[in-house]
Nanobody, 124 residues
Framework: QVQLQESGGGLVQTGGSLRLACVAS????????VAWFRQVPGKERDVVAA????????YYTDSVKDRFTISRDSAKNTVYLQMNNLKPEDTATYYC?????????????????WGQGTQVTVSS
């Protein structure tokens, strides 16, 4: 079992930045891919960014390309999501996820470990 603990959400103005962190513990050797998802009430949970746990493959959804960066500190078993130039439409609950499949499989059903979520609110 893998446990994930997120931190770093908050309230920021349009154009501001936030960095989310996700610390993984437990059976981390089972992780192949980590990802950040986001969800707003009444909508599905959508992938924002994903990366291979030990490699360099990364994926970004189109709406966050050139604004968000997913990275990993292997010594700390921590995955980060640096979010720059935030927009009101980025407002959501953000979830960290980990799964045993390769980074090309980014739908939520491919991830079996989830954090509790952290709220990001961007004011206009």
């Amino acid at each position: 079992q893998v446990q994930l603990q997120e931190s770093g959400g908050g309230l920021v103005q349009t154009g501001g930045s936030l960095r989310l962190a996700c610390v993984a513990s437990g059976r981390t050797f089972t992780i192949a891919t980590v990802a950040w998802f986001r969800q707003v009430p009444g909508k599905e949970r959508d992938v924002v960014a994903a990366r291979s746990w030990t490699g360099s493959h990364v994926y970004y959804t189109d709406s966050v390309k050139d604004r968000f960066t997913i990275s990993r500190d292997s010594a700390k078993n921590t995955v980060y999501l640096q979010m720059n130039n935030l927009k009101p439409e980025d407002t959501a609950t953000y979830y960290c996820a980990a799964g045993p499949f390769g980074p090309h499989r980014t739908s939520a059903g491919n991830f079996n470990s989830w954090g509790q979520g952290t709220q990001v609110t961007v004011s206009s």
